[in-house]
Protein backbone atom coordinates (compact mmCIF):
# COMPACT_ATOMS: atom_id res chain seq x y z
CA UNK A 1 0.00 0.00 0.00
CA UNK A 2 2.68 2.54 1.30
CA UNK A 3 4.41 2.03 -2.68
CA UNK A 4 1.14 3.17 -3.91
CA UNK A 5 0.77 6.19 -1.97
CA UNK A 6 3.99 6.63 -3.19
CA UNK A 7 3.20 6.69 -7.07
CA UNK A 8 -0.21 8.60 -6.60
CA UNK A 9 1.86 11.23 -5.19
CA UNK A 10 3.98 11.32 -7.46
CA UNK A 11 1.07 12.23 -9.76
CA UNK A 12 0.22 15.15 -7.55
CA UNK A 13 -1.95 14.12 -5.67
CA UNK A 14 -0.38 14.48 -1.95
CA UNK A 15 -2.79 14.02 0.31
CA UNK A 16 -4.70 11.02 -1.11
CA UNK A 17 -4.03 7.62 0.31
CA UNK A 18 -5.29 4.21 -0.08
CA UNK A 19 -7.43 2.18 2.06
CA UNK A 20 -5.98 0.07 3.95
CA UNK A 21 -8.64 -2.30 4.01
CA UNK A 22 -8.60 -3.00 0.18
CA UNK A 23 -7.76 -6.53 -0.85
CA UNK A 24 -4.51 -7.02 -2.76
CA UNK A 25 -6.44 -8.56 -5.47
CA UNK A 26 -8.38 -6.21 -6.15
CA UNK A 27 -5.28 -3.61 -5.85
CA UNK A 28 -4.13 -5.57 -9.07
CA UNK A 29 -7.66 -5.20 -10.98
CA UNK A 30 -7.25 -1.56 -10.21
CA UNK A 31 -3.50 -1.06 -11.27
CA UNK A 32 -3.92 -3.57 -14.27
CA UNK A 33 -7.11 -0.98 -15.59
CA UNK A 34 -5.07 2.16 -15.15
CA UNK A 35 -2.29 0.23 -17.40
CA UNK A 36 -5.27 0.21 -19.99
CA UNK A 37 -5.65 3.83 -19.09
CA UNK A 38 -1.98 5.12 -19.51
CA UNK A 39 -1.59 3.25 -23.00
CA UNK A 40 -4.56 5.18 -24.14
CA UNK A 41 -3.52 8.09 -23.05
CA UNK A 42 -0.29 7.60 -24.94
CA UNK A 43 -1.75 7.80 -27.86
CA UNK A 44 -3.88 11.00 -27.04
CA UNK A 45 -0.30 12.69 -26.43
CA UNK A 46 0.88 12.14 -29.77
CA UNK A 47 -1.67 14.85 -30.20
CA UNK A 48 -2.98 17.18 -26.71
CA UNK A 49 -0.16 19.21 -25.15
CA UNK A 50 0.20 18.25 -21.76
CA UNK A 51 2.73 18.95 -18.94
CA UNK A 52 1.79 15.12 -17.77
CA UNK A 53 0.79 11.91 -17.94
CA UNK A 54 -3.31 11.20 -19.72
CA UNK A 55 -5.65 7.87 -18.63
CA UNK A 56 -8.16 7.54 -21.34
CA UNK A 57 -11.13 5.50 -20.81
CA UNK A 58 -12.74 3.15 -23.27
CA UNK A 59 -14.48 4.32 -26.34
CA UNK A 60 -13.09 8.25 -25.96
CA UNK A 61 -14.35 10.59 -28.81
CA UNK A 62 -12.11 13.76 -28.58
CA UNK A 63 -12.22 15.99 -31.72
CA UNK A 64 -10.10 18.76 -32.96
CA UNK A 65 -7.53 17.31 -30.25
CA UNK A 66 -4.54 19.95 -31.04
CA UNK A 67 -6.96 22.81 -29.51
CA UNK A 68 -6.46 20.60 -26.32
CA UNK A 69 -3.73 21.71 -23.69
CA UNK A 70 -3.26 19.76 -20.45
CA UNK A 71 -1.54 19.94 -17.15
CA UNK A 72 0.03 17.00 -14.88
CA UNK A 73 -2.10 14.20 -14.67
CA UNK A 74 -5.54 14.60 -16.66
CA UNK A 75 -8.20 11.40 -16.34
CA UNK A 76 -10.49 11.06 -18.98
CA UNK A 77 -13.55 8.23 -18.13
CA UNK A 78 -14.97 5.89 -20.47
CA UNK A 79 -17.10 7.33 -23.55
CA UNK A 80 -16.24 10.82 -22.83
CA UNK A 81 -17.17 13.27 -25.84
CA UNK A 82 -14.80 16.11 -26.18
CA UNK A 83 -15.49 18.39 -28.91
CA UNK A 84 -12.43 21.06 -28.73
CA UNK A 85 -12.86 23.17 -31.86
CA UNK A 86 -13.05 26.68 -30.51
CA UNK A 87 -11.62 30.57 -30.35
CA UNK A 88 -9.57 29.88 -27.96
CA UNK A 89 -9.58 26.21 -26.91
CA UNK A 90 -9.64 24.45 -23.74
CA UNK A 91 -7.30 25.00 -21.16
CA UNK A 92 -7.15 21.96 -18.33
CA UNK A 93 -4.74 22.47 -14.90
CA UNK A 94 -3.12 19.70 -12.68
CA UNK A 95 -4.77 16.97 -11.75
CA UNK A 96 -8.28 17.18 -13.82
CA UNK A 97 -10.69 14.11 -13.84
CA UNK A 98 -13.43 13.90 -16.30
CA UNK A 99 -15.97 11.35 -15.70
CA UNK A 100 -17.71 8.40 -17.94
CA UNK A 101 -20.27 9.33 -20.71
CA UNK A 102 -19.46 13.50 -19.57
CA UNK A 103 -19.93 15.93 -23.05
CA UNK A 104 -17.94 18.86 -23.50
CA UNK A 105 -19.06 20.01 -26.55
CA UNK A 106 -17.25 23.48 -27.81
CA UNK A 107 -18.85 24.62 -30.86
CA UNK A 108 -22.14 22.74 -32.18
CA UNK A 109 -22.56 24.94 -35.70
CA UNK A 110 -19.46 26.22 -37.63
CA UNK A 111 -21.49 29.20 -38.68
CA UNK A 112 -20.30 30.91 -34.79
CA UNK A 113 -17.33 29.03 -32.78
CA UNK A 114 -17.69 28.47 -29.15
CA UNK A 115 -15.28 30.83 -27.11
CA UNK A 116 -12.92 28.48 -25.22
CA UNK A 117 -13.16 26.28 -21.78
CA UNK A 118 -10.46 27.28 -19.07
CA UNK A 119 -10.57 24.79 -15.96
CA UNK A 120 -8.01 24.97 -13.02
CA UNK A 121 -6.07 22.38 -10.63
CA UNK A 122 -7.76 19.78 -8.53
CA UNK A 123 -11.17 19.46 -10.61
CA UNK A 124 -13.41 16.54 -10.78
CA UNK A 125 -16.07 16.22 -12.70
CA UNK A 126 -18.30 13.16 -12.40
CA UNK A 127 -20.01 10.93 -14.82
CA UNK A 128 -23.00 12.19 -17.28
CA UNK A 129 -22.05 15.94 -17.13
CA UNK A 130 -22.52 18.13 -19.92
CA UNK A 131 -20.42 21.30 -20.59
CA UNK A 132 -21.64 23.77 -23.47
CA UNK A 133 -18.99 26.08 -24.18
CA UNK A 134 -20.37 28.37 -26.52
CA UNK A 135 -19.46 31.60 -24.79
CA UNK A 136 -16.52 31.54 -22.42
CA UNK A 137 -16.74 28.91 -19.58
CA UNK A 138 -13.96 29.16 -16.54
CA UNK A 139 -13.39 26.41 -13.71
CA UNK A 140 -11.04 27.65 -10.76
CA UNK A 141 -9.43 25.01 -8.77
CA UNK A 142 -10.90 22.57 -6.23
CA UNK A 143 -13.60 22.01 -8.09
CA UNK A 144 -16.21 19.30 -7.47
CA UNK A 145 -18.97 18.83 -10.34
CA UNK A 146 -21.79 16.00 -9.32
CA UNK A 147 -23.24 13.31 -11.28
CA UNK A 148 -25.42 15.12 -14.22
CA UNK A 149 -24.52 18.52 -13.69
CA UNK A 150 -24.94 21.13 -16.95
CA UNK A 151 -23.44 24.22 -18.03
CA UNK A 152 -24.68 26.31 -20.84
CA UNK A 153 -22.37 29.58 -21.74
CA UNK A 154 -25.27 30.80 -24.72
CA UNK A 155 -28.92 31.70 -24.70
CA UNK A 156 -31.72 32.05 -27.16
CA UNK A 157 -33.08 35.53 -27.60
CA UNK A 158 -36.80 35.42 -27.51
CA UNK A 159 -37.80 39.32 -26.96
CA UNK A 160 -40.00 39.78 -30.21
CA UNK A 161 -43.35 37.30 -29.43
CA UNK A 162 -44.16 37.65 -33.29
CA UNK A 163 -41.00 35.77 -34.44
CA UNK A 164 -39.87 32.73 -33.99
CA UNK A 165 -37.50 31.93 -31.44
CA UNK A 166 -35.22 30.17 -33.38
CA UNK A 167 -34.40 33.64 -36.00
CA UNK A 168 -34.04 35.88 -33.01
CA UNK A 169 -30.40 34.62 -32.70
CA UNK A 170 -28.46 34.08 -29.49
CA UNK A 171 -26.81 35.76 -26.93
CA UNK A 172 -22.86 34.59 -25.61
CA UNK A 173 -22.39 36.00 -21.89
CA UNK A 174 -20.31 32.98 -20.73
CA UNK A 175 -20.17 31.55 -17.07
CA UNK A 176 -17.62 31.96 -14.36
CA UNK A 177 -17.05 29.30 -11.62
CA UNK A 178 -14.75 30.36 -9.15
CA UNK A 179 -12.21 28.08 -6.81
CA UNK A 180 -13.54 25.71 -4.29
CA UNK A 181 -17.16 25.94 -5.15
CA UNK A 182 -19.27 22.46 -4.76
CA UNK A 183 -21.77 21.43 -7.66
CA UNK A 184 -24.53 19.26 -6.22
CA UNK A 185 -25.80 16.22 -8.75
CA UNK A 186 -28.07 17.45 -11.78
CA UNK A 187 -27.87 21.34 -11.20
CA UNK A 188 -28.11 23.21 -13.80
CA UNK A 189 -25.77 26.43 -14.53
CA UNK A 190 -27.52 28.97 -17.10
CA UNK A 191 -25.70 31.58 -19.23
CA UNK A 192 -24.19 35.18 -17.86
CA UNK A 193 -23.76 33.31 -13.86
CA UNK A 194 -21.06 34.04 -11.59
CA UNK A 195 -20.84 31.37 -9.35
CA UNK A 196 -18.30 33.05 -6.26
CA UNK A 197 -15.68 31.13 -4.59
CA UNK A 198 -16.54 28.16 -1.90
CA UNK A 199 -19.93 27.99 -2.66
CA UNK A 200 -22.48 25.26 -2.61
CA UNK A 201 -25.27 24.23 -4.97
CA UNK A 202 -27.82 22.16 -3.84
CA UNK A 203 -28.35 19.27 -5.85
CA UNK A 204 -31.34 19.78 -8.60
CA UNK A 205 -30.78 23.22 -8.54
CA UNK A 206 -31.36 25.86 -11.67
CA UNK A 207 -28.53 28.45 -11.36
CA UNK A 208 -30.04 31.45 -13.31
CA UNK A 209 -28.04 34.45 -11.48
CA UNK A 210 -25.38 35.04 -9.39
CA UNK A 211 -24.12 33.31 -6.24
CA UNK A 212 -22.09 35.04 -3.95
CA UNK A 213 -18.66 34.07 -2.40
CA UNK A 214 -19.15 31.44 0.60
CA UNK A 215 -23.22 31.11 0.31
CA UNK A 216 -25.33 28.21 -0.13
CA UNK A 217 -28.35 27.97 -2.70
CA UNK A 218 -31.01 25.68 -3.98
CA UNK A 219 -34.09 25.14 -5.56
CA UNK A 220 -35.52 26.18 -8.84
CA UNK A 221 -34.92 28.84 -9.25
CA UNK A 222 -32.26 29.03 -6.74
CA UNK A 223 -32.53 31.09 -3.62
CA UNK A 224 -30.53 31.59 -0.77
CA UNK A 225 -30.29 28.72 2.19
CA UNK A 226 -27.54 30.15 4.21
CA UNK A 227 -23.44 30.24 4.53
CA UNK A 228 -20.55 28.31 5.31
Known sequence: MKFLDKIIRKLGKNDYSVDRSIKKSEILIILSEKAFQLIRGCYLKLFIRSDGLIFAGRRCKIRFKH????????????????NALSLEGIRLGDNVSIGRNTIIECTGVIRKLGIGLEIGNNVGVAQNCFIQVRGKVSIGSNVIFGPGVSVFSENHIFDDPHLPVVLQGEKRQGVTIEDGVWVGARAVILDGVNVGKNSVIAAGSVVNKDVPDYSIVGGVPIKKIGMR
Open 67 to 82: NIKAGKTLTIGDNVEI
